[in-house]
C-alpha cells in the first residue's frame, strides 16, 4: 500500500511538471503569435549566394528594438509566415522585446550554396568569393539594420552547439553593431575535445547516429532534413557496433560510402592541418563584443567547448574584455530545455535552468543591448555539485585552486603522499573482444544521464583498476582541470606481428562514492554506495608526445601519458569517498582500439589484438590524478 501511495505522488508530480512545462510552452507560442509579425526572406551574401531568413518582429513599432540572430544549420523551422514555433529559447527575452532572427546557414535547407562542416575562418580574405562563416554573419548582419524596421542598431548573437560555432563566428564576424554575443556548448574543436573526438579518440556512437543523416549530401533547397540511420535490427548498441567490427565496415556495410564529411574524417586520423583549420580559438583575439560562454557540466555531447572558448578569448585579450562564463549542472542544451533540477539518478534541488535564463542570460542581453540594469554577473558564474548551490569566481578557475596529486597505491588506495617504494603496479587485461561498456543499460541510443551514471557495474570487472580514498571527514572541492599523469607499459603476448608497435587508449574517472548508509532510491537505484560519474575522459595512447605526430608503443617498456580531463566544479561532502577508475576501452561511446599501432581508420578485423596493461605506482613511475583542489573557506 505505501508503494502505491509513493508511486501515486510520484506520477502526479511528474503530471504538474509536465503540465507546468506545457503551458509554459502554450503561452510562449500564445504570446509570440499576438504580439510579433513574421517574414520570410532570402538575404543576398557578398558572393552572390542568399541565405533563407525568419524574422520575428514586435507589433509595437512606437519603440525600437534589438536584434537577436541565431544561425543554424538545423532548420529556420516551422517555414512560412503564417508558422510560428511552439517556444522560444528564453521567455524572458521574448516578452522584453526583441527582433528575433533565425538563419538557415549556407547550403542547408532552404538556404542556397554549399555547406561545409565547421567551415574554416579565412583571415585574409581579398575579394567578395572568399567567403566563410564570420562573413556571412557580417553580411547578415549588415542587411538586416537596413532593412528590417524597428531595430535600434545594435545585435545579439547566440546558439547552442552547432549553433554556438556559428555565435563563435559571429565574434569573428567584427561586425560594430554586434554588442552582445552567447556561445552556447559551443562546436569549438571536433579533434581536442567536441563531438567526434576526445583526444584523438573516435567518439563512435555520436558520428554514427548524426552523420548517418546529417551528412548527406542536399542537392537543393528543401524544408525537409535526412533521415539517419535505422536498420539497427538490435535494441543493443554495444551489440550492434561489436559485430559491426572494424571502422571501415561501417561505411562498407551502413553508410555506403555516401557521407562526404565521415569520408574526410576517415582521410584524417591525426592533427593535421586540415583539423587546425577547423580550430577557431586561435582567432578569439581583439575581441570586441561582449561575451557570454555557456555550457553543462555533464554535457555529453560537448563538455569542452565552453570552457575551451572561455579560456581561449581569456588567455588572448586584454582583462578590460567582458568575457564570461556559465557552467550549471546541465546536460546538452538543457538550459533552455528542462528546469535543470536533476539528470539521471542525481538531483539538484532546485531550477538551475530558470534561474539562469532569468537572472543570467535575460541580463546580460537587456544590458548590452538596451542599457538596461546593472550588470551584475561575475566572471565565473558556476554550479557546484555535490554541494548543489551556485558560486560565483572572479576568474575560471579561480586563483585559489591548487593543482594537487592524488598518487595511486596498493590495495587500491589513493593518497595525498608519492608512494615510497621500488616496486609497485597494477596489471589489467584489455581485449578489444570484450570492451568495457560506458554504462550497464542495454539501450540503442547514447544517454545523456551517462554523465552521472552509477558506475558501480565497472569497478567489479577485470580489466577496471579501481582507487579511492577513505571516507573524507571534512569538505573537498574540486574547481578546474583535472590532469592525468599515468606510467605504463603494454605487452601483446606475442599476439602483434613481429616487430610491429603497440597502442592502447586510456580512460580515467573522477567518481564520487556516497556513503553505504544513504537509503534514498532514485529511479530504482539504491544511493547507498552510489558511485556518481563526476568527470571522465578518454586519450589515445599513440598521441601521448604529439597530437601531429603519432607513436606506437614498444612492448613492455615504461611510458607516461599525460592528458587533461575538461574541467569540474564538484564538492565531495565528509562521509563520501573520492574513487579514480582507470581502464582502457569506453564502448561503444568511443571506437575500440585494435591496440596494434595501425592506421585505426583503415584497420581490419584482423588488427585487433588483446593486451595486458601494467599501471606502475612505485617512487620512481609515481601514477597520480592531479586534482584542481579549492582551499577550505
Not at 533552455?336 to 530558470?354: H, K, M, Y
Not at 532514485?522 to 595512447?541: C, D, H, K, S, T
Request: overall charge neutral; aromatic content about 14%; some cysteine.
Amino acid at each position: 500500500m505505501v508503494k502505491i501511495r509513493f508511486s501515486a505522488l510520484f506520477l502526479a508530480l511528474g503530471l504538474a511538471l509536465a503540465v507546468d512545462a506545457q503551458t509554459a510552452i502554450d503561452n510562449d507560442s500564445i504570446f509570440l503569435r499576438e504580439n510579433y509579425t513574421k517574414r520570410e526572406v532570402y538575404l543576398p551574401m557578398r558572393d552572390g549566394v542568399r541565405l533563407f531568413t525568419a524574422i520575428y518582429t514586435p507589433k509595437d513599432l512606437s519603440k525600437t528594438y534589438p536584434i537577436l540572430l541565431r544561425r543554424t544549420p538545423y532548420s529556420c523551422a516551422p517555414y512560412g509566415v503564417d508558422a510560428f514555433p511552439t517556444r522560444m529559447q528564453n521567455s524572458y527575452l521574448l516578452r522584453s522585446g526583441y527582433i528575433f532572427v533565425v538563419q538557415d546557414v549556407r547550403g542547408r535547407y532552404m538556404s542556397e550554396g554549399e555547406f561545409v562542416d565547421v567551415r574554416p575562418f579565412n583571415p585574409n580574405k581579398q575579394t567578395p568569393a572568399d567567403v566563410d562563416e564570420a562573413s556571412d554573419t557580417y553580411d547578415t548582419v549588415e542587411w538586416l539594420l537596413k532593412y528590417t524596421a524597428g531595430n535600434n542598431g545594435r545585435v545579439g548573437v547566440y546558439g547552442i552547439s552547432y549553433p554556438g560555432f556559428y555565435s563563435t563566428m559571429a565574434i569573428l564576424a567584427a561586425h560594430p553593431a554586434i554588442k552582445a554575443v552567447s556561445p552556447q556548448a559551443p562546436v569549438t574543436d571536433w579533434f581536442m575535445g567536441d563531438d567526434f573526438h576526445h583526444n584523438g579518440a573516435f567518439m563512435l556512437m555520436d558520428a554514427f547516429a548524426f552523420y548517418s543523416g546529417f551528412g548527406k549530401p542536399r542537392p537543393a533547397p528543401t524544408t525537409r532534413g535526412q533521415r539517419g540511420f535505422s536498420d539497427w535490427n538490435t535494441p543493443d548498441n554495444y551489440a550492434f557496433f561489436l559485430r559491426a567490427g572494424a571502422l571501415p565496415n561501417l561505411n562498407r556495410r551502413y553508410l555506403k560510402g555516401e557521407i562526404p564529411f565521415w569520408n574526410e574524417l576517415m582521410e584524417h586520423p591525426d592533427l593535421d592541418d586540415w583539423w587546425k583549420a577547423r580550430n577557431p580559438r586561435p582567432h578569439l583575439r581583439k575581441v570586441q563584443p561582449a561575451v557570454l560562454t555557456v555550457g553543462g557540466l555533464f554535457d555529453a555531447e560537448d563538455c569542452f567547448g565552453a570552457w575551451a572558448t572561455y579560456k581561449a578569448i581569456e588567455a588572448q585579450n586584454p582583462p578590460s574584455t567582458s568575457n564570461r562564463i556559465v557552467m550549471g549542472p546541465w546536460s546538452h542544451g538543457a538550459w533552455a530545455r528542462n528546469r535543470g533540477d536533476r539528470l539521471g539518478n542525481i538531483v539538484f534541488g532546485q531550477p538551475t535552468s530558470e534561474f539562469y535564463q532569468r537572472e543570467i542570460e535575460f541580463p546580460f542581453f537587456e544590458y548590452y543591448l538596451k542599457d538596461r540594469g546593472e550588470l551584475n554577473l561575475p566572471e565565473a558564474y558556476i554550479f557546484e555539485t555535490g554541494s548543489n548551490r551556485w558560486v560565483q569566481h572572479d576568474a575560471w578557475p579561480p586563483k585559489s585552486m591548487r593543482p594537487t596529486p592524488f598518487y595511486l597505491h596498493a590495495d587500491g588506495q589513493l593518497k595525498g603522499q608519492p608512494p615510497a617504494t621500488a616496486v609497485g603496479a597494477d596489471r589489467y587485461p584489455s581485449d578489444p573482444a570484450r570492451p568495457v561498456p560506458y554504462t550497464d543499460r542495454v539501450h540503442l541510443y547514447r544517454t545523456r544521464e551517462y554523465m552521472t551514471d552509477d558506475q558501480r557495474f565497472a569497478s567489479r570487472r577485470p580489466d577496471v583498476l579501481v582507487y579511492e580514498t577513505p571516507p573524507l571527514d571534512s569538505v573537498l572541492r574540486l574547481n578546474g582541470p583535472i590532469v592525468a599523469d599515468l606510467w605504463v607499459s603494454l605487452d601483446d603476448r606475442g599476439a602483434a606481428q613481429r616487430g610491429r608497435l603497440l597502442d592502447a587508449d586510456f580512460v580515467v574517472k573522477l567518481i564520487d562514492v556516497f556513503p553505504d548508509t544513504l537509503t534514498e532510491v532514485e529511479n530504482g537505484v539504491p544511493l547507498g554506495g552510489y558511485q556518481m560519474l563526476v568527470r571522465a575522459e578518454i586519450f589515445r595512447g599513440r598521441y601521448r608526445n604529439s597530437f601531429e605526430k603519432p607513436e606506437g608503443f614498444p612492448p613492455r617498456r615504461v611510458q607516461r601519458v599525460r592528458f587533461e580531463l575538461p574541467d569540474v566544479a564538484h564538492a565531495f561532502l565528509p562521509g563520501h569517498r573520492l574513487m579514480i577508475q582507470i581502464q582502457s576501452s569506453w564502448f561503444p561511446l568511443a571506437d575500440r582500439n585494435p591496440q596494434q599501432f595501425v592506421d585505426i581508420y583503415r584497420a581490419e578485423d584482423r588488427d585487433f589484438i588483446p593486451l595486458e596493461i601494467t599501471l606502475y605506482r612505485n617512487a620512481r613511475y609515481p601514477s597520480a590524478v592531479v586534482l584542481p583542489v579549492q582551499p577550505r573557506e
